[in-house]
């Protein structure tokens, strides 16, 4: 039996395309190792920022160290958007854009059953020369991986991508070019997938996109968002959904309505809006479509709709170019006025090929700046998540069990997180993938939350 290892880096899109990847191998007879004995490694790379290139090289390099004889796959944004750079690395052995991800699997069959395949859109001869394989052009004819069922397993609660790329070309972005246009699932198969995850007992299902809240609009049939929630909610017994990163216009009336309605119940009390900045000026060189004071109405929308337990999240981008301090601190004081729940925070990155280049070439933000700012937002962050997570000792919420470390599990402790997207580790040793009810006592110094489940409201099974 053929033995392979997916290694996934960036966003849940990308990680819900690994786990396609995965699910497709494992159906066909492969067995899955750890990346230093498995025969293929499929390394599935992001590439929104140069670290992000830095990571995915590094760890071919690091395979290549400890696994000298597995052919090694690259797939993913970086693989995309520069096949000829990620080609020339030592032990690349075929290189898989996202254009033609889908046909990932059938790739992988082929390099475990003989000479690799012949190459389709081969970026030059010296590949060729080399034996490296690149398949990637810009149709994208072959992104989607939605023949892999969504199911509970190593995810407790998986990711099902359910649109593809985006058009919003915002200045700092590269994904228009390593992901294409918006393209969506149709709604059909949407609900076969929900309907397969509720068949093999899964829990809690995380929808996910590139441009999640554009979800339709490429369809035959435009539908909506918000609609293909409703239908989720109203037509299947899914116990809860979650939503991913949604661009703060597209939560619209309607899909605020489906968070007051079934939010704490079947709809996770979650948001993620991307902000990247609070400064007026800089979004508009960002080309966002939204101001500050949009951002700011639709979390307030949110927050009124599922109640102050709702967890608000948001990316922020620090040093986009020509960023002044005052534009900072207008960044600053938009996230001290709302009450997040975490932040993701990064520097800003130049992209080979956007506007964003040239925009840094003009008008760069000084390091030390942009590491003084960092400081201060995270030390903003910080403040905000321990004054969330705090005020919900002493009470219950609802939560799923997570597959738990053996290092935790050894300590009788099960790893779990809530509705509203807190981190618990529960005092009881429990199966993974259980929905309950948790009486939350404290929190250490990590700040997760201490707890325990309140076994005589829920059916569930004891750890082994």
Not at 124 to 151: I, K, M, N, P
């Amino acid at each position: 039996m053929a033995s392979f290892f997916v290694e996934n880096f960036g966003c849940r899109a990308a990680r819900a395309d690994g786990e396609a990847v995965s699910a497709r191998l494992r159906a066909d007879g492969m067995a899955e190792a750890e990346f230093f004995e498995a025969e293929i490694v499929v390394v599935n790379t992001c590439s929104v920022t140069a670290e992000a290139d830095r990571d995915a090289r590094a760890f071919v390099r690091k395979t290549r160290r400890a696994n000298p004889a597995a052919k090694i796959v690259v797939t993913g944004c970086y693989a995309q958007r520069a096949p000829g750079e990620i080609s020339a690395l030592e032990g690349v052995t075929a290189v898989v854009g996202n254009s033609h991800k889908g046909l990932l699997p059938e790739i992988v069959r082929g390099l475990v059953m003989g000479p690799a395949l012949p190459a389709a859109g081969l970026v030059s001869a010296a590949e060729l020369l080399r034996g490296t394989a690149v398949w990637a052009d810009d149709h994208f004819a072959h992104s989607f991986l939605e023949e892999a069922q969504v199911l509970p397993g190593a995810q407790t609660r998986p990711n099902l991508k359910i649109q593809e790329g985006c058009g919003n070309r915002c200045t700092f972005c590269v994904i228009p070019a390593t992901r294409g246009h918006s393209r969506s699932l149709p709604a059909e198969k949407v609900l076969a997938q929900v309907r397969g995850f509720i068949a093999a007992g899964g829990q809690e299902l995380v929808l996910s996109g590139i441009n999640l809240g554009r979800w339709g609009r490429d369809l035959q049939e435009s539908a909506s968002f918000a609609g293909l929630i409703a239908e989720i909610l109203n037509q299947t017994d899914l116990p809860r959904l979650r939503l991913s990163s949604i661009e703060p216009m597209d939560w619209t009336a309607e899909l605020v309505s489906l968070m007051r309605e079934f939010g704490g119940t079947r709809l996770a009390r979650h948001a993620h809006l991307p902000l990247q900045s609070g400064s007026d000026a800089v979004l508009r060189r960002m080309h966002r479509r939204y101001r500050p004071w949009h951002y700011a109405q639709k979390a307030e929308a949110l927050i009124e709709a599922a109640g102050p337990e709702l967890a608000l999240g948001a990316d922020v981008m620090i040093g986009f170019p020509g960023e002044t301090e005052a534009e900072f601190r207008e960044t600053y004081d938009l996230i001290a006025s709302l009450p997040f729940a975490y932040l993701h925070l990064f520097p800003f990155s130049p992209r080979p090929g956007t506007p964003g280049w040239e925009l840094h070439r003009k008008s760069p933000v000084l390091p030390q700046a942009v590491h003084e700012r960092m400081a201060a937002l995270r030390a903003l962050a910080e403040a905000k998540t321990k004054a969330f997570r705090q005020c919900f000792v002493g009470r219950r919420l609802p939560a799923i069990t997570l597959n738990t470390t053996p290092a935790e599990a050894a300590k009788g402790r099960t790893n779990a997180l809530t509705d509203n997207y807190l981190p618990v580790s529960l005092a009881q040793s429990l199966s993974a993938n259980l929905l309950v009810d948790v009486d939350l006592a404290g929190i250490d110094r990590a700040g997760v939350l201490q707890g325990c489940a309140d076994l005589a409201m829920a059916d569930v099974a004891v750890a082994m």
